[in-house]
Structures are given as C-alpha cells and as structure tokens.
C-alpha cells in the first residue's frame, strides 16, 4: 500500500510540466484559466504542439501514434494537462471517433482519417443526441436509408458542440426501422460541407455559442464512410462512452480553479482585509478542497484498478468520478461567483483588457459565466441521475 | 502508487474478520457483551492477545509486531464492521501509543509486555470539560514535590479508564491552562492514592469514565516523556487515534450499507420489493459515494499520520477527519431512513452502526473543528 508516485512516475510529471509550461502559449492558457472564449486557432494552436511531440492522442494504440504508457502515467499526464491550464486535445477527436476509428474502422478509413484527427486539420463534431434522444439516446430517429452507394440521411441533431468549426460529423442514424431499438443503428461519417447539412447555433445560458443544431436533409453519404458493421453502431457507440472516462472527474481542472480563487481571494477587497481574511469563505473553499483530496484518491484507485481489467468494459466505478467530479466542479464555479460579489454583475467591463488578468476584478465579468456554463457537467456524458442508474444496477444490484 | 495489501497484511485482514464476525455475528452477542462490568467480556481480549493483535503496533523490540499504519487500518476496519466493543482504540491506540511514542526505555519494559499479552490496559486521559476539542487546553496541574509530583484536577471522558489499570495522564507543570508549552505526561495507576474514577455507559454502547485526581502523587520517573513539552506527543496520539477511528467508521459504514441494500432487495411494499423504487435507489447509491470518499481518505489518514512535517500532517489527518464525519453522517441518518421504523429500533444492528458513526463524528474534533484547521492552514491545493 503506497500512494506516492515512484521516482521514474515524479520524473515524469516534472517533464509533462515543463513542457505543457514552456511550450503551450501563455494566452492561450490564461483563457482556458479564466474561463474565456477559446478561438477555433486556440484549439488547433495547441494541439499542433502536442502532436509535433507525440502527445496528442497518448491514449490510442501506438500502432497509430498513441503512447505506451502506463494507466498512471496516462492519469498523471490528463492532470497536469488541467492543472496547467492547456486546452483538451479536442475530445471528439481525440477521445471519440479516433478510438473509435482506430478499433473498429477499416484500413482505408483508418489511414484516410487517423492522421488529420490527431493533427486536427480535421475537426469533428459527435452527432448523438436528437431533440427526442437525450438521456435515452437509443431512441433516436434520424434515418439513413441505402440507394446504391450512398446513404441518404435525415434528421435532426442536437447539442453539437463546437460544431461550428466541425469540418466533419460522426452520427448515429437507423438503418433499420424493423429492429428494435438498439439494433439498427449505424455509426456514419459525414463531410459537413455535404449539401443538406445546416448548422444553427445555439446561444447557451452563459450567453456564448457553443452548441449548436445540426439538420440533416437529404444528405449524400457514401456508404465507405459506414464504421464497421451496419446496424452494430450502437455497440460502437458504447465504447466510444466508456473509452478513457478516468479523466471525467476533472479533478486537475478543479484543483486549477481553486489555487486561482486563492490568487485571487488575496487580493479581493472584503471587510478591513480581503476575503482571504474571510474565515468562513475559506472554511467553504476548504470543504470543496477536502473532497476533491477523496475524489483524487478514488480516481487513483480506479486507474490502479485498470491495470486488471478489460479496457473495452466501462468501469461502474467511474460513474463515482462522474458524479462527484461535476459537482466539485460546479461548487468551484460558485466560489468563484462568491468571491467576485457584486462586481460578477457586469458582462463587460471598463477595465477590460487589463494586461493582468488578476487585478483587481479585471477576472469578475468571466465568473458568472463559468458558472452557468458548468450547470452543463452534470447534464452532459450521461446525466448524474443515469449514472445513479449505473451504480444502482452494475454495483448494488438493484 | 499501489493500493493492494501485501500477503501479511492480507492474512491479518482474514484473522481480524474472522474473529469479529466469529464474536459479533448478532445483536444478542453484542448485547450480552455490553453488559459486562467492563462493556466487553475479559475472555475476548484475551482472545485479541493470543492473536497478535494487541502487540501489531509496537516494536518487534519492544515485544511487539512492527506493525504501521495500514495494518491498525485493517485491524479497525474489521472491529468497526463488526461494532465490537473492546477497548482497542483506548488501550492499544491512545494509552499504548503515548507509551510506544514517548516512553523510556523502562516504561516501555514496564507496561508493554503486559499491554501485548492482554494483562494490563491502558487509557488515556487527556481531555478536560472545558477544552472541546484543543488539545492544549489543560487546566489539571502538576505541582513539583520532593521525589516527584502531586496531580490535581478532572479529566472528561476518558475512553475504557474503567477497564484500565494503568493510565496516561496529562497535567500542566508551568503555564496558564491554553499555554502550548507546560503540558507533561505521566503514567498513573490507576490504583494510586487520590486516583477516583466516575465511570459510564456511552452513547455508543462503550464506556468511559471522568478522571478525578485529588493531590495525586506519582515518582519522578512517571514522567513520559520530557517534561513540560507533552504537547506535540498528545497531538501525534490523537492523530493515530484519528486515523483508526477513520478506519472504523469505513468497516461501520461498510456493513451499515450492506445491510441496507440488503433490506431494499428483500423487504416488499405495494408487492414489490423497495429497492425496485428509483428515489431509494438513488440514495442507496449516495451512501455507497459517501463510503467509497470516506475509503479513500482513510487511507490518506494512514498514509500520513507518519509523515515528518507536523503542519502537513495536521491539515491531512483534519481533512481526513472531515470527510469521515460528512460520509458517517450521511451514510448513518440515509441508512435509518431507508430502514424506516425498524431502522429505529434498539433491536435491528444497524441502529448501533449510526449510533456509533454519530459518536465518532464528535471525538478528537468534530466537522467545523477541523474543516476551520485545514482553512487556518491554507487548505489542500498550493496557490501557486
């Protein structure tokens, strides 16, 4: 029983550090940390970095330009990559249809496409969710129907996140009407700019366009671009839900946020002092810091659980990350609207553009923001009301 | 980073187990144990002793085991699952461990070999009425006297000192009572001139007992220790003491939620059984959160509590502290609900798992106490 990393793991985080540090630029971090609008470039700037080291997609095979690293070495690296405030390889990239490509997809797609999803000179978007399939996602209706070589789809897709800057869509859509439910679903690729695609954004409650929907109307898809087997995309689907969850608590995100809320509680004008005087204030902060400890020690005993067990199944046990990592998420964005007070009321600032992003409030027009948009963790990758589904059944047997 | 028991630490987990289950499989086992003159049958912590485990602690030098932190983890798991009532936190973690932590040479001689065979118990006496929970709140005096010292003053609920024969006391040789400096251990008999003992049942089918001590006088060499500098000593025992209550409270909760998933599948109402209810499932599945929260950072309290730096270990044995309390919490109160009226009742075991949760929550520092002391310390993530 020991929880301190070895010599060669320490080396390690020190080296994933410096790097993410000196090589990830400045702005670009500083966004991520402040909860600002990340430009289209921002993401790209970044995962160029990564890749030209070989580190944007560790998590696949190395066959395809993943690491062989271990599930800690993995896990050290995911949370130093928070901490550090570097944006996310982009998830649908990285974590959703390259995996899946990897795995499942034929030679041709995996050499066409694996390349440009780790560079991202392809940015996809993930087209699950429907206006009638949220929660119960197998209900979904939208219809790829086969003439000759090509599927012909319509339908409708909702939530699609930065799909604004998508060049390309995975999509669940039925190829049979007969079977039922999860049957008969397939996992398409689709070019955006396919006539019949239109995207429509969505202004969220933090008042930013991040989500959007996508129509599909009559849409043209060669049948080349179907992964695997028509009609098993359901089967894919959960793979792609149960690959790499272990970073879902977001535990170094949380853990970035909290050391910047002390930056900036010591600074923060309150009473004679600041609210880093506020005893009560930091007994909070502190409550949220003692559970984040639990949880990061939960998540190290599910990644040291991995090392036995089949990759390909979800682990019930990370349905706990899910749920308690969003909610420390969440309890973070909230202290940081406490701190801010009063002045989070303004959405723009006369300082604005302050060339210190921790001067006094010049932060506090991004603080409400963050925290209606985080409303969203709970919501997204599998509401926390399913994943006390998940618990109950795989864990407690209920 | 490995989380895995060694083979020794695994076969003492078996013996552990074994034994508490084989003692307390019952509410009439635990219930006849109660009702011993001590709170606990003399004959079973003979039984402790034969199996090594009153001596896990303690040096192999010392007649001992040279047992650490994780294996007290294991040891306390076991006993809280099953709620057995003998004085293992009194004697073996609080009395035992101010003698392994601070006492000479021939202290140890003296008390140890009898303290592993089964022999002699020992307790601690530390806490005063008014001190709540700082442990530099000490009002009992010891004034210097020829060839030794005189005690006076009350000490508050000291855990088993009814089925101790020798005590840890604490007393102020120089300061005022909230001084940092001027606290000494020292070993009592509890047999000594002077010495009186207002014992009691406590909320948690346990025992304790109010320390009276009128112009005691103990020799020189009673003194653990150095003289006026028992503090930091005090502090570290306690900190072993809350590390093993972290590990008790996660065997309480661990057969409190079993019990109750268990309920849920078989007790039926509207001709189904309860657990098939999604708003008791979900509760169900908040416990079984709070329990694996509460795994983890008992196992941080035993990671730490040997950890060099005082103000690091402080700040990781309060956050441990204050997880346990939230989860014992929760896991306690949603367990009787969940139960409904049985849930209430003296006679289903599961009331005395939340009754001693609730108790646990309240010794050596309770959730504000300590949730103020990590804040006080700048918490857990560096600023920086």
Same mark, same amino acid.
């Given at each position: &029983?020991?929880?301190?990393?070895?010599?060669?793991?320490? /080396?390690?985080?020190?080296?994933?550090?410096?790097? *993410?540090?000196?090589?990830?630029?400045?702005?670009?971090? /500083?966004?991520? @940390?402040?909860?600002?609008?990340?430009?289209?470039?921002?993401?790209?700037? @970044?995962?160029?970095?990564?890749?030209?080291?070989?580190?944007?997609?560790?998590?696949?095979?190395?066959?395809?330009?993943?690491?062989?690293?271990?599930?800690?070495?993995?896990?050290?690296?995911?949370?130093?990559? &928070?901490?550090?405030?570097?944006?996310?390889?982009?998830?649908?990239?990285? *974590? &959703?249809?390259?995996?899946?490509?990897?795995?499942?997809?034929?030679? $041709?797609?995996?050499?066409?496409?694996?390349?440009?999803?780790?560079?991202?000179?392809?940015?996809?978007?993930?087209? *699950? @969710?429907?206006?009638?399939?949220?929660?119960?996602?197998? @209900?979904?209706?939208?219809?790829?129907?086969?003439?000759?070589?090509?599927?012909?789809?319509?339908?409708?897709?909702?939530?699609?996140?930065?799909?604004?800057?998508?060049?390309?869509?995975?999509?669940?859509?039925?190829?049979?009407?007969? $079977?039922?439910?999860?049957?008969?679903?397939?996992?398409?690729?689709?070019?955006?700019?396919?006539?019949?695609?239109?995207?429509?954004?969505?202004?969220?409650?933090?008042?930013?366009?991040?989500?959007?929907?996508?129509?599909?109307?009559?849409?043209?898809?060669?049948?080349?671009?179907?992964?695997?087997?028509?009609?098993?995309?359901?089967?894919?689907?959960?793979?792609?839900?149960?690959?790499?969850?272990?970073?879902?608590?977001?535990?170094?995100?949380?853990?970035?946020?909290?050391?910047?809320?002390?930056?900036?509680?010591?600074?923060?004008?309150?009473? /004679?002092?600041?609210?880093?005087?506020?005893?009560?204030?930091?007994?909070?902060?502190?409550?949220?810091?003692?559970?984040?400890?639990?949880?990061?020690?939960?998540?190290?005993?599910?990644?040291?659980?991995?090392?036995?067990?089949?990759?390909?199944?979800?682990?019930? /046990?990370?349905?706990?990350?899910?749920?308690?990592?969003?909610?420390?998420?969440?309890?973070?964005?909230?202290?940081?609207?406490?701190?801010?007070?009063?002045?989070?009321?303004?959405?723009?600032?006369?300082?604005?553009?302050?060339?210190?992003?921790?001067?006094? *409030?010049?932060?506090?027009?991004?603080?409400?923001?963050?925290?209606?948009?985080?409303?969203?963790?709970?919501?997204?990758?599998?509401?926390?009301?399913?994943?006390?589904?998940?618990?109950?059944?795989?864990?407690?047997?209920? | 980073? +490995?989380?895995? =028991?060694?083979?020794?630490?695994?076969?003492?987990?078996?013996?552990?187990?074994?034994?508490?289950?084989?003692? %307390?499989?019952?509410?009439?086992?635990?219930?006849?144990?109660?009702?011993?003159?001590?709170?606990?049958?003399?004959?079973?912590?003979?039984?402790?002793?034969?199996?090594?485990?009153?001596?896990?602690?303690?040096?192999?030098?010392?007649?001992?085991?040279?047992?650490?932190?994780?294996?007290?983890?294991?040891?306390?798991?076991?006993?809280?699952?099953?709620?057995?009532?003998?004085?293992?936190?009194?004697?073996?973690?609080?009395?035992?461990?101010?003698?392994?932590?601070?006492?000479?040479?021939?202290?140890?001689?003296?008390?140890?070999? !009898?303290?592993?065979?089964?022999?002699?118990?020992?307790?601690?006496?530390?806490?005063?009425?008014?001190?709540?929970?700082?442990?530099?709140?000490?009002?009992?005096?010891?004034?210097?006297?020829?060839?030794?010292?005189?005690?006076?003053?009350?000490?508050?609920?000291? =855990?088993?000192?009814?089925?101790?024969?020798?005590?840890?006391?604490?007393?102020?040789?120089? !300061?005022?009572?909230?001084?940092?400096?001027?606290?000494?251990?020292?070993?009592?008999?509890?047999?000594?001139?002077?010495?009186?003992?207002?014992?009691?049942?406590?909320? +948690?089918?346990?025992?304790?007992?109010?320390?009276?001590?009128? +112009?005691?006088?103990?020799?020189?060499?009673?003194? =653990? !220790?150095?003289?006026?500098?028992?503090?930091?000593?005090?502090?570290?025992?306690?900190?072993?003491?809350?590390?093993?209550?972290?590990?008790?409270?996660?065997?309480?909760?661990?057969?409190?939620?079993?019990?109750?998933?268990?309920?849920?599948?078989?007790?039926?109402?509207?001709?189904?059984?309860?657990?098939?209810?999604?708003?008791?499932?979900?509760?169900?599945?908040?416990?079984?959160?709070?329990?694996?929260?509460?795994?983890?950072?008992?196992?941080?309290?035993?990671?730490?509590?040997?950890?060099?730096?005082?103000?690091?270990?402080?700040?990781?044995?309060?956050?441990?502290?204050?997880?346990?309390?939230?989860?014992?919490?929760?896991?306690?109160?949603?367990?009787?609900?969940?139960?409904?009226?049985?849930?209430?009742?003296?006679? %289903?075991?599961?009331?005395?798992?939340?009754?001693?949760?609730?108790?646990?929550?309240?010794?050596?520092?309770?959730?504000? %106490?300590?949730?103020?002391?990590?804040?006080?310390?700048?918490?857990?993530?560096?600023?920086?």
């Amino acid at each position: &029983m020991d929880l301190r990393f070895t010599p060669e793991e320490i /080396a390690f985080r020190e080296e994933v550090r410096t790097f *993410f540090h000196t090589k990830i630029p400045a702005e670009i971090r /500083a966004k991520v @940390s402040e909860g600002r609008k990340l430009a289209r470039e921002d993401y790209v700037t @970044s995962q160029r970095i990564l890749n030209d080291k070989g580190w944007a997609v560790p998590n696949w095979p190395v066959a395809y330009g993943g690491q062989s690293w271990s599930a800690v070495q993995r896990y050290i690296f995911m949370e130093e990559l &928070m901490q550090a405030a570097v944006p996310l390889p982009l998830q649908f990239n990285c *974590f &959703m249809v390259g995996p899946v490509i990897a795995t499942f997809g034929n030679e $041709a797609q995996k050499e066409r496409f694996l390349p440009r999803i780790k560079s991202l000179e392809d940015w996809w978007c993930q087209g *699950f @969710s429907e206006p009638g399939a949220g929660s119960d996602l197998a @209900s979904l209706k939208t219809r790829a129907v086969r003439e000759g070589d090509h599927y012909i789809i319509d339908g409708q897709k909702t939530w699609t996140t930065l799909g604004q800057y998508a060049d390309w869509m995975f999509c669940l859509a039925r190829t049979d009407f007969e $079977a039922k439910k999860q049957k008969g679903i397939s996992f398409i690729l689709i070019d955006m700019k396919t006539p019949g695609v239109t995207v429509r954004p969505i202004i969220t409650i933090d008042g930013r366009h991040e989500v959007n929907e996508v129509f599909l109307d009559s849409v043209k898809v060669p049948v080349e671009n179907l992964v695997g087997e028509e009609n098993k995309g359901w089967d894919y689907a959960k793979f792609l839900l149960a690959n790499e969850r272990t970073g879902i608590a977001r535990i170094g995100m949380s853990k970035e946020r909290i050391a910047r809320i002390k930056r900036l509680a010591k600074v923060t004008p309150a009473g /004679a002092g600041t609210m880093w005087d506020d005893l009560d204030f930091r007994s909070r902060l502190a409550a949220v810091e003692i559970e984040l400890k639990a949880l990061e020690i939960t998540q190290m005993r599910v990644v040291a659980a991995q090392a036995t067990r089949d990759p390909t199944k979800p682990d019930p /046990a990370s349905s706990i990350l899910k749920i308690k990592g969003s909610e420390l998420q969440q309890a973070t964005t909230e202290l940081l609207v406490e701190l801010a007070g009063p002045q989070a009321l303004p959405a723009s600032r006369p300082d604005a553009g302050h060339n210190d992003a921790e001067a006094l *409030f010049a932060w506090a027009d991004a603080a409400a923001p963050v925290y209606f948009n985080h409303r969203k963790v709970s919501i997204y990758g599998g509401s926390n009301e399913i994943q006390h589904n998940v618990i109950a059944k795989a864990i407690l047997g209920l | 980073m +490995d989380f895995d =028991l060694t083979d020794e630490q695994s076969l003492l987990k078996d013996t552990a187990q074994r034994w508490a289950s084989d003692t %307390y499989s019952s509410i009439e086992q635990l219930t006849a144990a109660r009702a011993e003159p001590l709170g606990f049958p003399e004959a079973k912590w003979a039984e402790l002793a034969e199996l090594g485990l009153l001596g896990l602690p303690f040096a192999e030098a010392d007649g001992g085991f040279g047992g650490g932190p994780v294996e007290t983890q294991v040891v306390m798991e076991a006993l809280g699952r099953a709620l057995a009532p003998e004085p293992y936190l009194a004697s073996v973690i609080l009395g035992g461990g101010a003698v392994r932590l601070a006492g000479s040479e021939a202290q140890k001689a003296a008390l140890l070999p !009898g303290l592993i065979d089964g022999s002699v118990r020992l307790a601690f006496a530390h806490s005063e009425l008014q001190a709540r929970y700082d442990l530099n709140d000490v009002a009992t005096s010891a004034r210097a006297v020829d060839g030794g010292f005189r005690l006076d003053g009350r000490k508050s609920v000291a =855990l088993n000192a009814d089925a101790a024969k020798t005590l840890v006391v604490s007393a102020r040789t120089s !300061g005022d009572r909230r001084d940092e400096v001027g606290i000494t251990l020292f070993v009592v008999p509890v047999d000594a001139a002077g010495v009186t003992l207002e014992a009691y049942a406590t909320q +948690d089918g346990g025992r304790a007992a109010d320390v009276i001590l009128t +112009d005691v006088f103990v020799p020189a060499d009673a003194v =653990l !220790g150095t003289v006026g500098a028992g503090l930091p000593v005090v502090e570290r025992v306690v900190e072993g003491a809350i590390a093993a209550l972290c590990a008790e409270a996660v065997g309480l909760m661990e057969a409190l939620n079993a019990l109750t998933v268990d309920y849920l599948k078989t007790r039926k109402q509207f001709g189904v059984a309860i657990g098939s209810f999604q708003a008791l499932q979900h509760k169900a599945v908040d416990m079984f959160v709070a329990l694996e929260q509460a795994r983890s950072m008992a196992l941080y309290a035993a990671m730490m509590v040997e950890a060099e730096d005082p103000a690091e270990r402080r700040v990781a044995l309060s956050a441990a502290k204050v997880q346990i309390n939230r989860s014992a919490r929760f896991v306690g109160q949603t367990a009787v609900q969940l139960h409904g009226g049985i849930g209430m009742t003296m006679e %289903y075991i599961g009331a005395h798992h939340f009754r001693r949760l609730a108790m646990i929550e309240l010794m050596f520092g309770d959730t504000p %106490y300590h949730q103020r002391r990590v804040a006080g310390e700048g918490g857990l993530v560096a600023a920086a």
